[in-house]
Structures are given as structure tokens and as C-alpha cells.
């Protein structure tokens, strides 16, 4: 399996090659050349498999070049060392409606990114002495809150890697500012950013493709890679819960086997939606994929209108991860669906950057409509949901979750023909304790991060996650703060070159 840049279909490159190098240098992201599929007797063959053992066999329909012995190692390290609190990795949970929440959240630092930020820095070592490359890798990443410290974690102390994280200052909850603060390790930096989301990951990407950085890395034997869902190391564990999902659900009797089910998603970069799109086309039985926007819902304009525009204003919401007005991940789906058109790729992504906006054709936007729509809920119906699904059943959702929940909840509602519903369940309710308080009729009364997860425990009768529980005796370790324009000059400065 080999695999092409977005913005070039004539470059080819082997899945380690995509893993190590993150990003193409034209900009693109890697996709693979083939989207490989799944038969009903292959499905029969995942059950009564480990999530690990699973794993593995999906892993090698894309990582060609990786052996047997290398993903059963990878998947072993990431799923079976005792970092995730459950040993199914994920959980299944059923609401008071019928609808399902797969919960993905069970992993160290509470969130559905440490279902593929445990196995990457697995992919990536492998990655880089398949591909011969004998420099150190710099993790570079850009985070809305969840991806920073699950990327921290994972790489911490990893031998032949640095990691430097960067996030909006005001725009991540309390939980997820103290979680990368305190990260410890020797490999790591973790720095705030004046602006929000997208001004993080604009600055990221054009360190990644600015010459004069590539040169002087190389220079000092360095080279850039990265953590974000434009790595397709990152992306790949996140097409394998989608398709271990529907075989725990054939396990259960949930579902039948070929039954058709709808997958809503709680989005702001596109790529945990774009993982379910992959199951389905691999043959995972989805009818329809429901994408889920708080305020800031350009994907939802997105998918109504067919235009793109993120010149609109920015919002900070009470679901911070997905305040994210650029959607990465949408390249590789238009992608997909023009029939690998580079070229029209190019120029959309280019009015982007240059205009803040591109338009698809009307053929084109009927053809996303087929498979996806999209919806967008405020903070007070978030926190709306949250406190009716709490005293519905008595279940906690987070305030992503909750987005996910009443955008599923409004589409079955206005479906003419009604599908089991799995809604992906993203983060831990404490790693946005102050919400979900008030969303349950409590109140914070001014007390400290700690304070409020002991008034939600009370309050909930949930049990504080341990990973979050011990942040209070850890050390902060890092405050620093710059502006976009001087990102670049932080990562010269950190490397120590010039």
C-alpha cells in the first residue's frame, strides 16, 4: 500500500514514509492509494479478538510495509500495558432512547485521542529506521486541548524524539491547561499561544513547510513530524475503533449481522468523522454519518451550503476542543471524493489561505449530503443535554459528548426511516468539571479546578479519574506564551539552532 499527497496523486510514498514525515512538504496530507475492504467473514474473524489482537489485523491492510511481528508489538505496547482503565480500551454504553455512546475516553489522560496517541510514537520509531532516517524527530503539534497532552504522554521520554505542543492561551479548559503544564519528561515543551485554535495550527504548518526551517533542521540533524490527525499514523487507530465498535456490537447482539446503523460525531478537525467515513467504505455497515458542530459550525455550513468560509467570528465555547474554525481533515475527504483531484485540491485549499474561503459544485456538495449532515448546538443546549440525559438515566457526558448526543438525538427525530444510533462519546465529564457541574444543577461558587471535581463527584456519584485527581500535587512546568508570528523563532530557540 502506498500513498499519495492530496495536493500531488503523482507522489508515492510507502505508509512509514507518510507516518515519518507527518505532512507532505507540498502542503498535503497522505492518503492511501487504495481504501482496502472488508468482508462479513472478516468481520466473523475479529470476534472474540483483543482490541490489540484486533487491531493489528486492520492495521495490516494499511501498513504494508510493516510486518506481523512489528503491528502485534505496536498494538501489544499501546493497548495492552495497563495505561487504559478498561481492558476492552473502549466501552460501549447504551442511553435511556436506545442510542449507544462508544466511549473512547478510557485512556491516561481521559480522551479519545489516547486511542491513537498511544500507539503513535510506536509507528513512528519503526517508521523512522524503515525508512533509514538517522536524525531526531521533532514532534511539532498544534491542540484545541485533548490532542496536547495525550501527544505529551505518549511521547514522553521516547528515545530519539522531542515534543513541543502549542495551544490557544484562553481556549482549552482549566483541566487541559494544568495537563500540559505539569507534563513531565525531558523531551517535552509545551507553550501557549495569543489567539485561538487555528492561529495554533496556521503557525504549525507553516513551520512545517518553510525551507529555511527544513534546511536548518537538517542542518543540525533534526526533521519535523507530527502528532495531529494530518499524520496518518494518527488517523489509522481511529478507523480501527469504528470497525471494532460494529464487531463488539455483532458480540453483544446489538446488532445484527450487515445491519445498518448511523454514527454521530462531535467534530471540530474533521479527522474522527473522517475515521468513520473510512470504516464505512471499507465495509462497515453505516448509513449515514451525523456531524456534530457547537457554535462554531463551519462544517455544518459546510455540508449544507457547499461553501467554505472560515472568515466568520470565533467563539469560546464550554466544548473548547472543537472551537476550530479550519477543518484539516476535510482535504482528504474532498479529496476522495473528486476521484483524487489534485489539482481542484490545490486551488480550493489555496482560496482558503489566501481568500478564507472556497466553494464546491452543487454535484459535489449532493454527493456529501448523501453520506453526511450536520448540525450545531450552542453552550446552553449543551449543557441542556448534559443535565437531561443525567437525570434521564443517570449517565455523565462530558459537553463534546453532549453536542454529539443532541445532534444525534435531532436527526433521528426528523429521519423517515430510523437506524440504531452509536454517538462517539470523546472525553471524561471531570476534564470539563465546571460545565458539567452547572449542567447538573450544581454550582462552583468560585472554587479552584480540584475543588469543582469533588462537588461534580458529589454531585454525580461518578468517580474523579485518578489521572486527573493526582494533577493537583503535580509541578507546573511551563507558563511561556508567544504570539503566532513568533512561533517560529520559539522552535529555533528551543532546538538551539539558527
Keep these: 500500500m502506498f500513498y499519495h499527497s ?54 495490516k491492510l494499511y501498513l504494508t510495509d510493516f510486518t506481523d511481528e512489528e503491528l502485534r508489538e505496536c498494538t501489544k505496547n499501546a493497548y495492552e500495558s495497563g495505561s487504559f482503565e478498561t481492558p476492552a480500551v473502549q466501552e460501549i454504553a447504551e442511553l435511556a432512547d436506545g442510542s449507544m455512546l462508544l466511549e473512547l475516553w478510557h485512556g491516561p489522560t481521559c480522551a479519545f485521542k ?9 509507528f513512528l520509531t519503526r517508521s523512522i529506521k524503515k525508512t533509514g532516517i538517522d536524525r531526531e524527530v521533532v514532534i511539532l503539534t498544534a491542540t484545541s486541548g485533548d490532542t496536547g497532552k495525550a501527544a505529551l504522554a505518549g511521547f514522553q521520554d521516547v528515545p530519539g524524539t522531542k515534543i513541543m505542543v502549542f495551544y490557544p492561551e484562553d481556549g482549552v479548559s482549566s483541566m487541559q491547561k494544568r495537563q500540559m503544564q505539569t507534563q513531565e519528561g525531558e523531551n517535552v515543551r ?47 487507530p481511529q478507523i480501527v475503533y469504528y470497525v471494532s465498535a460494529y464487531v463488539t456490537m455483532l458480540e453483544k447482539g446489538i446488532l445484527e449481522n450487515g445491519q445498518r446503523f448511523c454514527v454521530t460525531v462531535p467534530t471540530g478537525n474533521f479527522g474522527n468523522i473522517l475515521a468513520a467515513w473510512y470504516a464505512k467504505q471499507m465495509g462497515v455497515p453505516i448509513q449515514h454519518l451525523v456531524c456534530a458542530s457547537n457554535i462554531n ?24 476542543s472543537m472551537d476550530i474554525l479550519i477543518s484539516s481533515n476535510l482535504e482528504r475527504l474532498l479529496y476522495h471524493m473528486t476521484g483524487e483531484d489534485d489539482a481542484q485540491i490545490r486551488e480550493w485549499f489555496g482560496a482558503l489561505k489566501t481568500e478564507g ?10 454527493r456529501i449530503q448523501a ?10 443546549q449543551t449543557k441542556e443535554t448534559i443535565g437531561k440525559v443525567f437525570a434521564e438515566n443517570g449517565y455523565l457526558s462530558d459537553t463534546h459528548t453532549a453536542v454529539g448526543i443532541a445532534a444525534a438525538r435531532d436527526y433521528q427525530a426528523k429521519a423517515s426511516e430510523k437506524y440504531p444510533m452509536l454517538i462517539a462519546s470523546t472525553a471524561n465529564p471531570y476534564k470539563f468539571g465546571a460545565a458539567v457541574l452547572e449542567a447538573i444543577g450544581g454550582t462552583a461558587d468560585g472554587a479552584d479546578e480540584y475543588a469543582v471535581l469533588d ?22 512546568r511551563f507558563t511561556e506564551v508567544t504570539a503566532q508570528d513568533q512561533m517560529d523563532a520559539y522552535v529555533r530557540e528551543k532546538l538551539g539552532i539558527q
Design 6 to 59: 492530496t495536493r500531488n496523486k503523482a507522489l508515492k510514498v510507502t505508509s512509514a514514509e507518510a507516518i515519518a514525515q507527518g505532512i507532505s512538504a507540498d502542503g498535503g496530507l497522505f492518503v492511501p492509494e487504495s481504501i482496502p475492504e472488508m468482508t462479513a467473514e472478516d468481520f466473523e474473524n475479529l470476534k472474540g479478538l483483543s482490541y490489540a489482537e484486533r487491531a493489528a489485523r486492520i492495521f
Design 114 to 122: 489516547d486511542m491513537a496517541l498511544q500507539i503513535l510514537p510506536h
Design 190 to 236: 509545551v507553550c501557549a499561544v495569543k489567539g485561538n485554535f487555528d492561529d495554533c495550527q496556521n503557525g504549525v504548518k507553516a513551520i512545517f513547510t518553510d525551507p529555511a526551517m527544513q534546511e536548518a533542521l537538517a542542518a543540525n540533524g533534526m526533521q519535523f513530524s507530527s502528532a495531529n490527525s494530518i499524520n496518518w499514523g494518527r488517523l489509522v
Design 297 to 320: 459550525n463551519v462544517l455544518t455550513d459546510f455540508i449544507r451550503t457547499g461553501v467554505y468560509d472560515r472568515s466568520r467570528t470565533f467563539h469560546a465555547t464550554v466544548s473548547p
Design 357 to 366: 474561503r472556497y466553494q464546491i459544485s452543487i454535484e459535489l456538495r449532493n
Design 371 to 380: 453520506e453526511f449532515s450536520g448540525s450545531f448546538w450552542d453552550d446552553a
Design 455 to 476: 462537588l461534580l463527584q458529589a454531585k454525580s456519584g461518578m468517580k474523579i479519574p485518578a489521572a486527573l485527581a493526582d494533577l493537583k500535587t503535580k509541578t507546573v
